[in-house]
């Protein structure tokens, strides 16, 4: 049976995933309406992804209007196995069940214990066997500012270096991180600051203007120059901060010599090398964690977003030589969600048993191979990159002056019809980097072949339809 005609069984009704031929028209509802005139004005989703959800299993969710979509951002990639996954919701019905504690503060239990060795037992052998964790606020943004509070309390200094293209989040000190300028500049001043700029290895639009191996290893040495110079202006830092995929920047993978590179720089320097797997962790990337591609051991590891099976939670994990900071140097009240722990145990469990990493990292190719075939039709893809799931396309104005590398620029307007053209057939992506310029592909994990077809299918007629090839 085709993607495009199965059926979704709940125990409340059936989802349908709607025909091909179907054009979906977008009026606004009065739930729309009612959240248009209440939310604030910062509500950023519904403007770009206007929808009444009602329903959703797995890759499909249902609107008010009945109407059924693919949904290929998975709540920005908290949704490794898709929506109401069952082993997530036997791990939730029975914290329920058994009348444990759903909110614990710090204090222990045995959902938690088994949680910590649950996520113990991914992490590489040498981080295991010095880790240490801490429960922080049920956000990636919070996670970020323990980690910036714990590499400045451990290492005695305040500056950290972070890339152009970044996001930890909004908070005021992770804000400060952020290489997006949009967000910061109505506020001025930020709260944190001796955050200083290093360029991130952006292979298509390399700030060097070289590309390739020569573009990586001036990076490099701009960064160790930067490090060691007396002479360089900026003190040295208690922390990098790095994505080894950037996400909401575009989609960007880091290449892997780089990131061994920037190990080996920061080690010798005595800095620590916070990764920001956020987005890109629990087999997103075709490994169960994005540095793992490069077979490095960073000294922090922020975790958020698919950790809690779809719950809030998040954490840090670190190296124990950082380990200085005293009794209730980061604390938050809900650290202790027990069914978001139960459930994330529940994930990772079934992203070993069930090989997700190697899965993911087959659909993400097949995917790509998809998308490169439509490149030969489409010179308005530019780009096709990311690692596994976690994919990217960066559209171009053909007809654009090109830049030093002789790649045309980004196609900014492009890029919001397409992805509306994708919404009126029946497929649900968002946009990043640069300019907005760059279509993103985050689909639950379990993914099948068929459906990665359907994603293409759908996604090739509506880049058609907006740019005028039908």
């Excluded at 998308?371 to 960066?394: A, K, S, Y």
Aim: some cysteine.
């Amino acid at each position: 049976m085709s993607v495009a005609t199965s059926l979704i069984e709940e125990s409340s009704g059936r989802i349908t995933a709607a025909p091909a031929e179907t054009l979906y028209q977008f009026n606004e509802s009065p739930l729309l309406a009612r959240q248009s005139q209440q939310e604030s004005n910062a509500r950023s989703y519904p403007r770009r992804i206007p929808l009444a959800l009602k329903r959703a299993k797995g890759l499909y969710v249902e609107d008010v209007e009945g109407r059924t979509f693919i949904d290929c951002l998975a709540g920005a990639g908290t949704l490794a196995l898709g929506h109401n996954h069952p082993v997530v919701i036997e791990a939730i019905q029975q914290v329920l069940a058994d009348e444990l504690p759903l909110h614990t503060l710090d204090l222990t239990t045995p959902v938690k214990d088994q949680f910590v060795q649950d996520l113990f037992g991914l992490l590489p052998s040498a981080l295991a066997a010095e880790a240490k964790i801490q429960f922080c606020g049920p956000t990636g943004t919070d996670a970020v500012e323990a980690a910036l509070k714990l590499v400045r309390t451990a290492t005695g200094r305040s500056t950290v270096l972070s890339f152009s293209g970044g996001y930890h989040g909004m908070s005021q000190g992770a804000l400060s991180l952020m290489g997006s300028l949009g967000p910061k500049k109505p506020l001025g001043a930020l709260l944190s600051n001796g955050v200083q700029f290093m360029p991130f290895p952006y292979d298509y639009r390399c700030p060097f203007g070289l590309g390739g191996a020569a573009g990586i290893k001036a990076n490099l040495s701009y960064l160790e120059n930067l490090l060691n110079d007396p002479e360089a202006g900026v003190q040295l830092p208690a922390a990098v901060i790095v994505e080894a995929v950037q996400g909401e920047g575009g989609v960007i993978p880091a290449d892997v010599e780089w990131l061994r590179g920037l190990r080996r720089i920061t080690e010798k320097a005595g800095v620590a090398l916070i990764v920001d797997e956020i987005q890109s962790g629990f087999a997103r990337t075709g490994k169960m964690f994005a540095f793992e591609h490069a077979g490095i051991v960073p000294d922090v590891v922020v975790l958020s977003k698919a950790i809690g099976g779809s719950l809030p939670l998040a954490v840090v994990v670190y190296r124990d030589w950082l380990d200085t900071w005293q009794p209730g140097a980061h604390a938050g009240t809900f650290r202790g969600n027990q069914m978001a722990m139960a459930a994330g145990s529940a994930v990772m469990r079934y992203l070993l048993e069930h090989k997700v990493c190697e899965h993911a990292a087959a659909m993400g190719e097949r995917l790509r191979e998809h998308l490169r075939i439509l490149q030969r039709d489409f010179p308005q893809l530019g780009d096709i990159r990311g690692r596994g799931l976690m994919l990217g396309v960066e559209l171009v104005d053909p007809n654009g002056a090109p830049d030093a590398l002789g790649h045309p620029p980004a196609f900014a307007r492009l890029a919001p019809l397409v992805q509306r053209e994708c919404l009126k057939r029946g497929l649900i992506l968002e946009l990043g980097g640069r300019h907005g310029a760059v279509v993103r592909f985050l689909p639950p994990l379990v993914i099948t072949a068929a459906e990665i077809d359907r994603v293409a299918e759908i996604f090739g007629r509506a880049l058609a339809a907006a740019t005028g090839a039908e």
